[in-house]
């Protein structure tokens, strides 16, 4: 997902054209940017004649660096839970690349798989939905959420790495996980949802290890009990 999306090349460098293509037309409050939840950026030396343009989208010089320029975003951080009203959808990976890639002006910064009647680079509009609480560990997010009842489904989505996986729940009921901008879990909701919805970093291998693990621990113990019983008076 971020290397399709950076256009990263094999030694993690992303490559020049596509780093100036979001520095100058992505890094405004609207831009990817700022969807991804990037809130702090090093500018290298070799971009430093794009420091007006990020001073004019509202990023503030922080200091020098190694190498260039650290640069942060003037307020508070983003939000780590975001419900967007408006969102495009694309089929598959590669055609969400590319509407990133090519994104009209005041076209939604925000693409996702399409599902059922959905019409691919048509708009998508969500319900308005209620965030609550959210709390946040090494492996979850969870968020209270209200949909209104009516006919659109809500989109929440969590600002943290997607990778394969992610489960998501609410209040036990488990619901798909999208890929949003390639590379942010989100969730659609049906109308009047409500209740936790819980983000749940659970992979089949770690699912895998505890139950061998769990294993392990019930054999260890019948072995000292029959061991007790060989050995006892």
Known sequence: GFARLL???????????????????????????????????????????????????GWEPRGAVDGGVRFERAGPPPARVVAPALA???????????????????????????????????????????????????????????????????LVVFRRALYPGFRARLDGRELPVVAVDLVLPGVRLPAGSRGRLELDYAPASLRLGGGLAALALLLAALWVARGRSVVGP
Not at 7 to 24: D, K
Not at 125 to 152: K, Q, Y
């Open 88 to 154: 495009a959808c694309a089929n598959g990976l590669e055609a969400q690349a590319r509407w990133l890639e090519r994104r009209p002006p005041g076209a939604p910064a925000w693409v996702l798989p399409c599902l059922g009647s959905d019409s691919p680079g048509a708009p998508l509009r969500f319900a308005p939905v209620e965030l609550g609480a959210i709390s946040e560990s090494r492996r979850t997010s969870a968020v209270d959420v209200s949909v209104p009842a009516g006919a659109r489904e809500g």
């Open 7 to 57: 256009w990263m090349r094999s030694t993690g460098e992303i490559h020049e054209r596509r780093a100036r293509q979001l520095l100058e037309a992505e890094s405004n409050e609207d831009g990817l940017v700022s969807a991804l939840g990037v809130s702090a950026l090093l500018l290298a030396n070799r971009y430093r004649d794009l420091e007006p343009a990020l001073v004019a989208r």
